[in-house]
């Protein structure tokens, strides 16, 4: 049976993992002896042994998908068959006499827009007042933040709105000196400096919104089984207008309940922490999710990079339970807007999934961990994987066209046929086939059972429609990322690394030049790869050219898919609708208001955008600024470095300090305070500018 929270119980949910992973293992064994059937042709060449060791890897990977989706839609089913009755499920524990506590709701970020930051956290914590609930969370801004313009204007939004809320010790922010070991390091430093003070904490990413009901819910949650360490809610995509990125929220909305419901089948109290809208119990993460430094050089020595995986990991190793909230909603995030973006982001996560093909056999880690290691890593080594298939299957095609088929041996008179493989090979196409697309038309499936759904993704028609559409243009863009990917792998590989650059996330259109600097190299093997197939293999040629397509079509394809106007105007014709679009959620609207109303910051002038000159000049500014700079005195090379600075910024201005050279200045109090000193005492403009007359003397910083 279930509960109402829709996980199972009782002795069935013992079954849940042989059944998902029986069933896996049996299709793709059906799956290669069709294949096996298909090429085998007195005895297995080396080369068709490759293909058929690359198709078992690709076919574990595909039938773990679908049977995640499949028995998805079964749990879904169910759950419609046993509406439970609605109840107080948001109520807090603590009214019952137990023993206060707090929640803290930390916000890591850097280099983000901190209108968006700030918009996103008031619209959460207005939605948690409107709950009648909202004393037991705190919130801090974790800021990494290098940009020195960023760095100010976070802080003027955090006190504005500590102005505004009444309540400065609900709400915190900071600034680390050095971002060390980026955002694990970042909650790491959170749970030394603050964590004895918190029972949870719910980790957001700078594009997180999550309902007050939800919070309040996952809190009970935690507080109603005590071995839980981590329960994660999985987030819906949202408030992007590109083609690009309503297709993949509507997929997301539409697909990914399902896959969600079956993840939480079979992984039970072993699931995975993704990095963001999760709550976590403060001191079992504090005591067992400390990092080690993985031995060797980047790109797999060093940080690591992707901590969710090995954080979940690492409580589960310790007898936590880590969930899986399916049935819990009120969870978004926001996506990249164009297929570029999309893929810049891979590029991030590329490098620290593939770290973890160091940590599968460490040793420790349950079964089921070491499981969502090798997932984690096949999520990008895929891509290579299917390049080198395809390039072997071609090759096979080739050497097959080379035989002249003998219809006559010996003393036959009649002709002996050569055997035609062409049923089985179509057969593994559409097995293949099936599986990648089934769960679309089961996701359809579930929408004819719930009509009230289905008019939330603008009807069944309509849906069914997006879903052709969406199909489509996935089939086009396959290719793209498998190359994408290909790529990063390779550069991986070849001890390239990667830095940590912001991500994209408001929506903008892909011009010409930079769809031509992404994809031009892919329409150029579309171009050499036909030209070759259609010459030497004409028959493979034309099994080839979905792949052919993506990649020949792919300049026009991405920066048709990026423009906002296709989005907009797809919306109108009820295409792409997502349950957030057509009822949308209030912490949403609330979103949509403070981003849609400008507010001046305080003690900076609303005409000036530079904040670095403001944190430096403007009286009030220099002052909060200074106030929450760390208590450290700056050795002497330190000093005589700052010094340096300042003489530089008086001869040669504002403009010939670098973004580091900017930050350096303002984040220690001597040197801020000197400078500051030294452009009022004498009188001089906010910020200096190259002087070629008589210059006053910077007197040197002070002990």
Known sequence: MTTKHGRFSGWGRHFHRPIFFSLVILTTLGAMSLLSAAIQDDGVTPLELALLILYAILMLWITASFWTAALGFVRILRRMGRRAPADDSARNDQDEGSEPFKTALVMPVYNEDPERVFAG??????????????????????????????????????????????????????????????????????????????????????????????????????????????????????????????????AG?????????????????????????????????????????????????????????????????????????????????????????????????????????????????????????????????????WLLFLIATGIEAYFRSLKVPVYFFGDNVLPVWPESYAVEMATVLWVTLALLFL????????????????????????????????????VLLAPVLMLFQSKFVAAILLRTT?????????????????????????????????????????????????VLAGLALSIPVSMITSRTALGRLARRAGLFMTPEEAEEPRVLRLLDQHLATPQALPFAASSDRDFWSQSVAAPCAYALHAALLPDETPSRRRRHALEGLIFKLQDEGRDSLGQQEKRTLISHRDGLYELHTLLWAGKEPPMPVARTGNERTVEPLAS
């Open 498 to 546: 990667v830095g940590w650059p912001t991500q994209e996330r408001g929506d903008h259109q892909t011009g010409l030049a930079e769809a031509v600097g992404a994809h031009g190299v892919h329409t150029l093997i579309a171009v050499a790869a036909g030209v070759a197939t259609y010459t030497y293999v004409p028959a493979f040629f034309w099994w080839f050219t979905p």
């Open 121 to 250: 956290l008031r619209a959460m914590v207005q939605s948690l007042v409107e709950t009648g609930r909202p004393e037991g969370f705190e919130i801090f801004v974790l800021s990494d933040t290098r940009d020195p313009e960023t760095w100010i204007q976070e802080e003027l939004q955090w006190r504005r709105w500590a102005l505004e809320l009444g309540q400065p010790a609900r709400l915190f922010y900071r600034n680390r000196v050095e971002n060390t070991a980026r955002k694990s390091g970042n909650l790491a430093d959170f749970c030394r400096q603050w964590g004895g003070r918190y029972r949870y904490m719910i980790v957001l990413d700078a594009d997180s919104i999550m309902t007050g009901e939800t919070l309040l819910e996952m809190v009970r949650r935690m507080e109603s089984d005590r071995r839980v360490a981590l329960i994660q809610v999985p987030p819906v995509p949202v408030n992007r207008s590109s083609l690009f990125a309503r297709m993949l929220q509507f």
């Open 439 to 474: 769960p679309k038309l089961l996701s359809l499936v579930l929408l004819a059972f719930d009509p009230v759904q289905a008019r939330r993704f603008g009807g069944l028609p309509k849906a069914t429609l997006s879903v052709l559409i969406e199909s489509f243009f996935s």
């Open 253 to 385: 909305s539409l697909y990914g309940n399902m896959f969600v419901a079956g993840l939480a089948y079979w992984q039970q109290d072993t699931a995975n922490f993704w990095g963001h809208n999760a709550i976590i119990r403060v001191r079992p993460f504090a005591e067992h999710c400390g990092l080690p430094q993985l031995p060797g050089h980047e790109p797999f020595g060093g940080e690591i990079l992707s901590h969710d995986f090995v954080e979940a990991a690492l409580l589960a190793r310790s007898g936590w339970k880590v969930r899986l909230a399916d049935d819990l909603g009120g969870s978004y995030e926001e996506i990249p807007p164009t297929l570029i973006d999309y893929a810049k982001r891979d590029r991030r996560w590329c490098q620290g999934n593939l770290q973890h093909s160091r940590l599968i056999l460490a040793r420790g880690f349950k079964s089921l961990s070491r499981i969502h290691f090798a997932m984690g890593v096949m999520s990008y080594l895929a891509s290579p994987l």
